[in-house]
């Protein structure tokens, strides 16, 4: 059975139908074709498959797709603005946050969850914020010094082939 | 010191936006129009005789392809290290998971329900899981006697040794199954093209191994079957061999459906079917001194392979040549077994069978001091090997840094006065240990593997630079590093020099992407390929100039004659506007490759070694019995970085998945034989909340073989991290552990047995 929903993706209005079994994950993939949301074992273990859900991360194999009706969710194709890298992929990219890269969109998305609702958070607030997502390749380290890096407003062009803060902005603190 | 441009920068890593953006093409994200999925039908137990596959009418058989072994268009080998591993079992099946029959569909939900009419009727034999079971012969899994492969080392006079030590210790160790775990799934499609040409892409670390695996059992030309990777979610080596299994089922599919057929793995298959790192024992005797010199060494190491030799001979190779450890020991017998069980096929995991080994070496050193009351620091100097001194095969070494980089990492970690205060113990649930560890590990294959490989790498010019090489980056920075090798040779910027992930039909083969080989030997061979093009350059700049190539020097980046100069950009937009495009290629100089003579064992067992001394400070909760990482000082000798951030990415993942691997990573076999893992939840691997706080100190003594001076560096940080952990846990609660994963339950029996932990 189908069924029709109205929801937010990447802040666009959006209706689509799919089967009412169907996880957010299958939606967004098979679908919507967005396939930087991964499946890395869609049994909620891994976080490989992390979105952001009316702010909150969530792994989307775990989560029926009809229960976004009405809910914006976000991707990791929605943090790109206008060609413009959000600062946490920037941090990634400046801090050696990546390796294989396939925990890295469940990463981000859980790492943009926390600064939206912690803009400067300790080491342990991150790893506790991160705890449900695997990374097999890095050790963690520069993941966290990437997130703490955005929450201390140091900015990167990683375009310039320059591996260092071009900028220190320093957040307002509220 | 040498001053470089690019060497030792770290710029951002060329595939990072591609990822950051969700936008890496992995296989499971590839769109392949009109593409089938594939099935496998898996054997349900360990060891039996087939006497039917038997497929039930009720399914409509018209709307998928099934073939089995009677139907396969091909020979029925997967080419590895022998060719015992039939792409499907033909008369018996020797593991669980082992593949009897294929089937592709148009989709999902048809495979599956495919799959729900198959039975295989198999008549059930005796299994044996177990080294020890195996050896006694009763069930013959593999060959006559399980025997996979049987080497020994003998040095020096054990006898006189033993017959005139102070002291004999003795110790036996074991370590547990270990699940690579890369986060992406194995997967792989082949399509079919009109020309009858396949092309393969998917999740892997070796496309010529994939290529050579199809050209064998299928007798293409190579030609003909173009590989590509996909950007590969990890490896650790267990991306090594699997994928040529699956290349040859998705291949057989496609040709019999004449559709593209794609496998991707959900997690509890990948769990369940691919290789690990094989399970380990080792006995250990030594002739010791009462001042701690080890004077006599026996080793018996013994690994369990599974079912099929896949990479087996190579993993225990290298485990012997390691199993002796960082020290200077004159006298030694090692004799080393890879026997055959009923077990999913063992294979390739970082460190590729030297973890093993060094796991025991490097217990049985603890256990030495602790049997003559000498702290475990000193019974390691006591021994250790230094510039000059022979390991067991006769290799006489050069550019050792043992010493250095255990004496480093004792210093940064305040190991001396920790232990000391650890051990007196202390009150409350959480005690406090330090311990550490000695290692090293050999860059390259092992051998004369890399004199025979004929790695080669090319560079193409077209108006830019682009660098073909097969090694792929599964995410160690392969195809940023090589890159950086190239622009500092050729005085280039790196985002001057493009580096697209390999496809056989336009790269060569440099070697499979094993082995800690990639950054050390094909970053060689770039340079190499660097030099060529310097040369063709000043070739075409002497005849456009009407002088000698000799009149024309390559020096600070730029080619110069006496009036003129031209970078290696303008040289090579000349040569290209002038005569058209241009490749060069590089080869590795026969001198940069070890001499070794296997049937002896005997000679250079790898050109340059890595080193790497690891502390490590737990706290054990004594009520719960979990240990937790508090501290990790890491000093590790790599010749040269390359790209320290990589570089500190490389060891602190490493060592968290040794760290993993000695005690929550828990995997064994089921009396039915399956591994007792179908979810993540039942392999705990080290989440944000287990990691420790890092001390990394990279020491860089350049090697005269590697690029700039660089040495093997990816498996290194896997070696040594298990015992120094099991060392700390030793410092705070008194409990010698001897097999790894030392979980928590295992820890409660030991510190029982012991009588608790007041001390
Ligand atoms: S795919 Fe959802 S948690 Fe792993
Ligand atoms: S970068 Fe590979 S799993 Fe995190």
Redesign the pocket.
Known sequence: MEKTIRFHLNEKPLEVSCPVHWTLLELIRDRLGLTGTKGGCREGECGTCTVIVDGRNVNSCMMLAVDVAGRSVTTVEGLERNGELHPLQKAFIAKGA???????PG?LMSAKALLDANPRPSRSEIRKALSGN?????GYEK?FEAIESVGAGEIFDVDDGVWQAIEQVQKPRD | MPQFNVIGTSPPRLDGREKVLGQAPFIADVPIPGCWVGGVVASPVPHGRIRAIVRDPAFDWSRVVFVDAASLPCRNFVHMVRDDFPILAEEKVTFVTQAVALVAGPDRATVDEALRHVTVDIEPLPAVFSVDEALKGEVVVWGEDNVIDEYRIDRGDVKKAFAEADLVVEGDYATGLHEQL??ENQGMAAIPRDDGSLEIVGSMQCPYYVQGALEQALGLAPERLRVKPCVT??GFGGKEDYPSVLALWTAVLALKSGRPVRILYERGQDLQSTPKRHPSTTRIRTAVRRDGTITGLEIELRFNGGAFTTLSRVVQQRGMLHCQGAYRIANVAIHSLTVATNMVPSGAYRGFGAPQGLFAIERHMDRIARELALDPLDVRLKNIVDEGDTFPCGQKLKGVFARQVLERAAELSGYRKKRALYAQGSEGPLRRGIGLSVAFHGGGFTGSGEATMGTVVRIDYDGAFSLHVSSTDM?QGALTVLPMIAAEALGLRPDEIAAPRPDTAVCPNSGPTVASRTTMYVGRVVTEACKALIDELRTFLAYQEGISPRAIAFTKGALHCRSRSWTVAQAARARCDAQGPFSVEGRLPQEAAACFNLDRFEGEAYRSYAWIAQAVEVAVNVDTYEVKPLEATIVAEIGRAIHPVLVEGQIAGGFLQALGWSHIEDLTVTPEGRFSADQLNAYLIPTTLDTPQWHIDVMEEPCDVGAYGAKGLGELPMNGAAPAALSAVENATGVFGTEIPLTGEKLFRLIEAQGGTER
């Open positions: 990546i390796q294989c890269g396939f925990c890295t990463m695997l990374c097999r390749c890095t993941i | 890369y986060l979610g990890g995410g």
